[in-house]
């Protein structure tokens, strides 16, 4: 049988806090165990993915170049150096300019950009409001991270659909990595009892979760609860909220991995309002690590959580209230951390693995 050879774009996997960047790091690794006859060639634009490299299967392409500049480097690169597929895990723009006896393979995250432009930078925006509608077009492949963001895919783009293209959109879920379980260090300063929020841009609704969090009733429940907010302070005005309830409000900035393990595991929720999400990684971290959780019930996210997350509409700042006085019901918390914990392992990197080498085909 001749060897397959699949080369990626290794580039997001550099920097895996960010949400797209683990998707790229973890699927590649769980590829890389598939080891099904193919040969895998990872491009990236500063060092390697993997500085010990032992696996002979596994080739390191360095290409220097930024922005499109890269993605042309890309392109005469494999013009002298052909490869059976393309995996493009992040972006769109060598999928768009590829000639057409390259196949390749896209990975759709969300259609943020298309469905809600306000708020994202313009030349990002712009680059994929022109490539992706090319990129479908030629993608011999196409992966989604949910099935909502295929269902959104097939509406904003007909031409996409497996009956007008004649190509299969296949489900390559997210998944938990391996270092989210629950952990009982206490290395970080943090309040004895706290609600937690991952994510502070718009989108992610924190506003309404903060009007919601000084609305609470602590009389029966709890003396004291605090709110911490992971992510970048958002540039809108929120001195205010800062003060509020003698300073119960907390922005922790970014964090690390082992931080947000310990955040999950020592926090009685992680609240997630978020207005849209193509997949919603913190629900499932937060699950897997013991931690209950409150979600919108909006975009993909119930497909997310299934039944073992209390669903919120994230414009209703009662309704977050009523939800975040719910868990902090003893009973309430044990029985969301069991189905939580459940959820979590329904997912798989492997799977997902498995799903792109058997659409390679």
């Given at each position: 049988?001749?060897?397959?050879?699949?080369?990626?774009?290794a580039?997001?996997?550099?920097?895996?806090?960010?949400?797209?960047?683990?998707?790229?790091?973890?699927?590649?690794?769980?590829l890389?165990?598939?080891?099904?006859?193919?040969?895998?060639?990872?491009f990236?634009d500063?060092?390697?993915?993997?500085?010990?490299?032992?696996?002979?299967?596994?080739?390191?392409?360095?290409?220097?170049?930024?922005?499109?500049?890269w993605?042309?480097?890309?392109?005469?690169?494999?013009?002298?150096?052909?490869?059976?597929f393309?995996?493009?895990?992040?972006?769109?723009?060598?999928?768009?300019?590829?000639?057409?006896?390259?196949k390749?393979?896209i990975?759709?995250?969300?259609?943020?950009?298309?469905?809600?432009?306000?708020?994202?930078?313009?030349?990002?925006?712009?680059?994929?409001?022109?490539?992706?509608p090319?990129?479908?077009?030629?993608?011999?492949?196409?992966?989604?991270?949910?099935?909502?963001?295929?269902?959104d895919?097939i509406r904003?783009?007909?031409?996409?659909?497996?009956?007008?293209?004649?190509?299969?959109?296949?489900?390559?879920?997210?998944?938990v990595?391996?270092?989210?379980?629950a952990?009982?260090?206490?290395?970080?300063?943090?309040?004895?009892?706290?609600i937690?929020?991952?994510g502070?841009?718009?989108?992610k609704?924190?506003?309404?979760?903060?009007?919601?969090?000084?609305s609470?009733?602590?009389?029966t429940?709890?003396?004291?609860?605090?709110?911490?907010i992971?992510?970048?302070?958002p540039?809108?005005?929120?001195p205010?909220?800062?003060?509020?309830?003698?300073?119960n409000?907390?922005?922790?900035?970014?964090?690390?991995?082992?931080?947000?393990?310990?955040?999950?595991?020592?926090?009685?929720?992680?609240?997630?309002?978020?207005?849209?999400?193509?997949?919603?990684?913190?629900?499932?971290?937060?699950m897997?690590?013991?931690?209950?959780v409150?979600?919108?019930?909006?975009?993909?996210l119930p497909?997310?959580?299934?039944?073992?997350?209390?669903?919120?509409?994230?414009?209703?700042?009662?309704?977050?209230?009523?939800?975040?006085?719910?868990l902090?019901?003893?009973?309430?918390?044990?029985l969301?951390?069991?189905?939580?914990?459940?959820?979590?392992?329904?997912?798989s990197?492997?799977?997902?693995?498995?799903?792109?080498?058997?659409?390679?085909?």
């Open positions: 049988m001749t060897t397959k050879i699949v080369a990626i774009d580039r997001a996997a550099l920097s895996p806090n960010a949400g797209k960047g683990r998707y790229t790091l973890e699927i590649i690794k769980a890389l165990k598939e080891n099904k006859n193919v040969d895998f060639v990872l990236t500063k060092e390697p993915l993997f500085k010990d490299n032992a696996n002979p299967r596994v080739r390191q392409v360095i290409l220097r170049g930024k922005s499109i500049f993605h042309i480097n890309l392109y005469f690169y494999l013009r002298s150096h052909p490869v059976t393309f995996l493009a895990p992040t972006s769109y723009i060598y999928p768009a300019l590829a000639p057409a006896s390259q390749v393979a990975v759709v995250h969300d259609l943020i950009t298309f469905l809600h432009p306000k708020g994202h930078p313009f030349f990002p925006t712009l680059v994929e409001h022109l490539t992706l090319r990129a479908l077009k030629k993608a011999a492949a196409i992966f989604c991270v949910s099935e909502n963001t295929k269902k895919l904003l783009f007909p031409s996409a659909t497996p009956q007008s293209a004649k190509k299969k959109i296949a489900i390559a879920y997210p998944a990595s391996e270092e989210f379980h952990v009982p260090t206490h290395k970080m300063s943090l309040p004895d009892d706290f937690l929020a991952v502070t841009l718009p989108r609704n924190v506003d309404t979760l903060i009007e919601a969090f000084l609470v009733d602590l009389s429940q709890v003396s004291t609860l605090h709110l911490c992971v992510g970048d302070l540039t809108h005005a929120v205010g909220h800062a003060t509020s309830r003698h300073g409000i907390h922005f922790l900035g970014q964090v690390t991995a082992t931080e947000l393990r310990e955040l999950y595991s020592r926090a009685r929720m992680m609240v997630f309002p978020s207005l849209y999400e193509g997949f919603g990684m913190p629900p499932l971290e937060a897997a690590c013991g931690c209950p409150i979600v919108s019930s909006t975009s993909s497909e997310v959580v299934g039944d073992a997350a209390i669903k919120v509409d994230p414009r209703n700042s009662a309704q977050i209230a009523a939800a975040i006085k719910e902090l019901d003893p009973r309430m918390r044990k969301s951390q069991a189905q939580g914990l459940l959820q979590a392992k329904k997912f990197w492997e799977k997902s693995a498995k799903t792109i080498l058997d659409n390679l085909k």
